[in-house]
């Protein structure tokens, strides 16, 4: 027996992966619902190759008798809906940003802190961290198990499609307008992103980091561990698909690379591609369609007592949204919705 499962925001570019996502990984889908805002209603998206479903209202939905909701509408229209939804008994694994920091919310990375899905009773809503966050603790979930990590100092490389689908038509109309001599004004980011790198992801706070190096902050301690200390600078790219990170752990214990990089190589959820020649790594472009985090270039970093760095790439639409948040729902189907 199956589960009814409403894709909320399903037009949009994490919707659409996370509808691709329960056709890739066979979830038990009995039903499944395409739901999006008013202006939307009756567009078609695609569930798997053989199945085209209309988008209704999300305004006017009635969630009862519906199981799981997997959930990507934005903060603002989720902090109305997500509540809705779970009032109604319908168990929501929200991607957006609204819910991640409630203390009665489990923020949830399955390779990491599964046990923190049993919080779902508390509100029905279970959050989904954000996709930086995503990726940078699947892969030191297990270093932490070797050495105990202090510090963490991250740079991140984020393409312009974590800003949603107006963001990839500005880098493709600004890239397209350099070779035409049509040179289009920014809207979306704050300079031109064609050719270019912006080291401001989100607003800026009080004390100088933007939003998304707070969310990298908090959330992490949230996931991991309340002790690890994160220092974040999060820049876009010219990139479509695909996240990046440059990551410098510093741990309490000794870790050497050897250990390190089998730890990384033997975790769920990592993939190790790490020869020391030319190409021996891997780029966004590689991962783009993919569900691992790939780790490379893990190596020393002689100038403190404990200290590795290595190089993460993820596939933000997947593993950095729908494919976590489909994980979730796994662990909500076998251990706690079972039918």
């Known amino acids: 027996m199956g589960y009814k499962v409403a894709v909320i ?3 949009g570019n ?12 066979n979830f038990p889908v009995d039903d499944v619902v395409a739901l999006a805002s008013s202006r939307s209603v009756g567009k078609e998206v695609a569930f798997g190759d053989d199945k085209v479903l209309k988008c209704k209202d999300l305004a006017t939905f ?3 008798g519906w199981d799981i909701a997997l959930s990507s509408p934005g903060a603002k229209v989720s902090a109305e809906h997500s509540p809705r939804a779970a009032a109604a008994g319908c168990v929501v694994v929200d991607n957006t940003s609204h819910f991640r920091m409630d203390p009665d919310v489990p923020l949830v990375v399955p390779e990491v802190n599964p046990e923190a899905i049993a919080g779902y009773t508390k509100k029905g809503i279970i959050a989904n961290p954000n996709c930086s966050t995503i990726q940078m603790v699947v892969a030191l979930k297990p270093l932490h198990a070797l050495g105990k990590i202090k510090r963490v100092v991250v740079s991140t490389y984020q393409s312009v499609s974590g800003g949603g689908k107006e963001a990839m038509d ?4 600004q890239t397209r307008g350099v070779f035409v001599n049509d040179q289009r004004e920014p809207v979306k980011f704050p300079k031109p992103i064609a050719f270019n790198l912006i080291p401001q992801i989100d ?3 009080e004390d100088g980091s933007t939003k998304e190096e707070w969310k990298m902050v908090v959330e992490t301690k949230k996931i991991l561990d309340e002790s690890i200390n994160v220092h974040a600078t999060c820049v876009r790219v010219p990139v479509f698909v695909g996240h990046s990170e440059c990551v410098n752990v510093e741990f309490e214990n000794p870790v050497s690379e050897k250990a390190a990089l089998e730890a990384l190589d033997n975790a ?3 993939v190790v591609v790490d020869r020391r020649e030319p190409g021996g790594y891997v780029t966004p472009i590689e991962c783009v369609g993919e569900d691992a985090v790939f780790v490379s270039r893990i190596r020393k970093d002689p100038t403190i007592a404990n200290g590795l760095s290595f190089w993460c790439v993820s596939d933000n639409l997947r593993k950095g ?3 976590n948040a489909v994980q979730i729902a796994e662990v909500l189907a076998k ?3 079972k039918k």
């Open 268 to 270: 769920p959820g990592v």
């Open 14 to 25: 994490v919707g659409r992966e996370m509808m691709q996502t329960l056709v890739d990984r």
């Open 62 to 64: 009635d969630f009862k």
């Open 335 to 337: 251990d706690y919705l």
């Open 203 to 205: 607003v800026f706070m």
């Open 170 to 173: 500005e880098l493709f109309e």
């Open 9 to 11: 925001g399903a037009t």
């Open 321 to 323: 949204a729908a494919l």
